[in-house]
């Protein structure tokens, strides 16, 4: 029964693939590629601290979650750039990321990214947060924005 179960599986996988014409694999192909775009532009905006890009990746009907440890959750594109607003005036820090994996549909895909804040001096010590955060991408007419963010710490200088 599972050898059945087995080869049932394969031929459905095989028929699905085979269905896939060359210009779906190119568009599916572009369309990652406009994603990891939107993506990196968002995450060089924070690096950098440029609030006007940054809302540029932002979805334009202002559906937005802004998820953090200990906070509550932050509900709009306003609330998310007051938040960085205030944050980007804070002098000195730094903010590096890796992309680590993506998973990207017709219209809807997720970016897990590694990202490690420090600053040099945070209560007469230095400082780092290493995070692990999921970002949600939405693509609204053809274009992809930044939805939903949800950062949880993986290990902090403070701990």
Not at 6 to 26: G, P, R, V, W, Y
Not at 62 to 78: A, F, N
Not at 93 to 120: C, N, Q
Request: charge should be negative; glycine fraction near 2%; proline fraction near 3%.
């Amino acid at each position: 029964m599972k050898n059945i179960t087995l080869l049932l599986l394969t031929l459905i996988s095989l028929t699905c693939f085979a269905n896939k014409t060359d210009q779906d694999i190119l568009d599916d192909i572009s369309n990652e590629k406009s994603f990891i775009t939107t993506m990196k532009k968002h995450l060089d905006a924070v690096t950098n601290r440029d609030l006007i890009t940054l809302r540029s990746t932002l979805s334009p009907n202002g559906e937005m979650q802004l998820i953090l440890p200990q906070t509550e959750i932050m509900k709009s594109v306003d609330a998310f750039m007051d938040y960085h607003k205030e944050w980007f005036a804070t002098p000195d820090w730094t903010f590096e990321t890796k992309i680590v994996s993506t998973h990207v549909k017709s219209d809807l895909g997720m970016a897990i990214v590694e990202i490690v804040y420090r600053e040099p001096m945070r209560d007469g010590k230095p400082y780092f947060n290493r995070m692990t955060v999921s970002y949600v991408l939405e693509k609204i007419s053809g274009k992809w924005y930044v939805i939903k963010d949800h950062a949880s710490s993986v290990q902090k200088s403070t701990d």
